[in-house]
């Protein structure tokens, strides 16, 4: 019922500079996240498992990676409807521009998006981890009547300066709307959240900047009303909401916006937690990806605590806690590492090459013996030497080097980068 009356268009995100150097050669949403996925498989995988299998990603920045991920990754049988198509920024007579904003990029898709059969628009972003029934929401919108449903999740004082915030009347049409409020607005801005969301001090809705669109009310608003609008959250919304019914819908599970390389880092290192707040174990809830044909990982004289490992990584560390191995890791003998987002690789390394790279001098793809890494990222591809150190934490300034970058004390070692023997950062 679902698949047949909502359209999905993924957002694929601006150029992502908060996320740098992890978005220096991919766009936000081709970010590798728990060792084995991208973080565009939440969403698609979101709407998968809410019976919606019909999706538009629209995609402009650095996004080769992105287009060649979800080619390989999603084809769905010559006997269903579904899709998954990537819709890159194109220029036209008629758009010029590239994407000028998540409305924009809409507005300049819509003569492809028009083409299919459907009754309403599910707006995502790319870039957000979370777990959500999307069939819920939409029976929500079209049992109220909404011209426009806008997913809210309760916040604390921290947090909501950094969002839309909304208030909703007893209905839940929303009744106003700001944008990124300043901290002494705040008090104006509380909302009914609930008991258990008021006694964790979460009185705030903000907007998870997730949309339902009535067909013919987006076109409407982005074709006549609102045709030089170029965001949902600053223009679209806001405007909206003095016209419209426009929905809140309720949210209470777990949701973060990978906004930055510290929220990234703790989204990772969360999901090695005995009962983490986002569940990759959860059958009703898959969160699918590229299957690739790999070996099971080999792990020999290591201690484990708290760990994820992705398969085929080639493990002899002296230990490894509080971290995330992604997939083809090969880690050295006598190495720690702590509380650390290793990617892995895209390649095997034969004996040949391996070879071949120590008479150069090179050291092998992975980490190599005797290093100890803390509060690190190391992207794909790196190559880390023998007894180096890396030791992340506060007392690092923010900084960006040739090799590696410091953002709030997380290192991150850059995407194929190639680290000698004995070198120390922090």
């Avoid at 047949?4 to 268009?9: F, R, S």
């Avoid at 009703?284 to 990982?297: D, F, G, I, Q």
């Avoid at 190391?378 to 300034?397: A, Q, Y």
């Amino acid at each position: 019922m679902v698949s047949k009356e909502v359209l999905a268009v993924i957002l694929g995100g601006g150029a992502g500079s908060r996320l740098y150097p992890l978005t220096a050669t991919r766009s936000k949403p081709a970010v590798p996240i728990a060792g084995k996925y991208r973080l565009v498989d939440i969403p698609i995988s979101n709407c998968i498992n809410s019976n919606i299998n019909r999706m538009f990603v629209l995609t402009q920045y650095n996004s080769a990676s992105l287009n060649k991920h979800i080619k390989n990754t999603y084809q769905f049988s010559g006997f269903s409807s579904g899709f998954v198509d990537i819709m890159a920024a194109e220029q036209t007579p008629d758009s010029p521009g590239w994407f000028q904003g998540t409305a924009d990029a809409v507005r300049q898709s819509l003569k492809h998006i028009k083409n299919n059969d459907f009754e309403y628009v599910l707006i995502l972003s790319g870039d957000q981890l979370y777990q959500m029934d999307f069939a819920a929401m939409i029976d929500k919108h079209t049992q109220s009547g909404a011209d426009i449903t806008i997913a809210t999740i309760p916040v604390g004082e921290r947090e909501a300066p950094e969002f839309g915030i909304l208030k909703s009347d007893a209905e839940h049409n929303i009744t106003s709307f700001i944008e990124k409020p300043a901290k002494e607005l705040l008090p104006e801005w509380i909302s009914n959240t609930g008991h258990e969301m008021q006694e964790q001090g979460r009185i705030y809705l903000a907007s998870m900047g997730i949309y339902i669109f009535n067909r013919k009310m987006l076109f409407k608003l982005l074709e006549e009303e609102k045709q030089h609008a170029t965001d949902f959250g600053k223009e679209i919304i806001p405007d909206a909401i003095s016209k419209y019914k426009v929905l809140s819908y309720q949210y209470d599970g777990y949701w973060t916006d990978i906004g930055n390389i510290y929220s990234f880092f703790e989204a990772n290192l969360s999901l090695t937690m005995d009962i983490p707040p986002f569940n990759l174990f959860d059958h009703n809830k898959m969160v699918y990806s590229r299957a690739r044909m790999l070996p099971p990982a080999k792990i020999s004289g290591t201690q484990i605590d708290k760990t994820i490992i992705a398969e085929g990584s080639i493990i002899r560390a002296k230990s490894i806690a509080n971290s995330v191995i992604g997939i083809r890791s090969r880690i050295g003998a006598g190495t720690e590492i702590t509380s650390s987002y290793i990617m892995g690789c895209d390649f095997y390394e034969t004996i040949n090459e391996i070879s071949y790279n120590q008479e150069k001098g090179i050291p092998k793809a992975g980490i190599g013996d005797n290093c100890k890494l803390n509060q690190v990222i190391v992207d794909k591809d790196c190559r880390i030497g023998n007894n180096v150190e890396i030791n992340g934490g506060t007392h690092l300034p923010d900084s960006d080097h040739a090799l590696y970058a410091v953002k709030d004390g997380i290192v991150v070692v850059k995407k194929g980068a190639i680290i000698p023997d004995g070198y120390q950062i922090g």
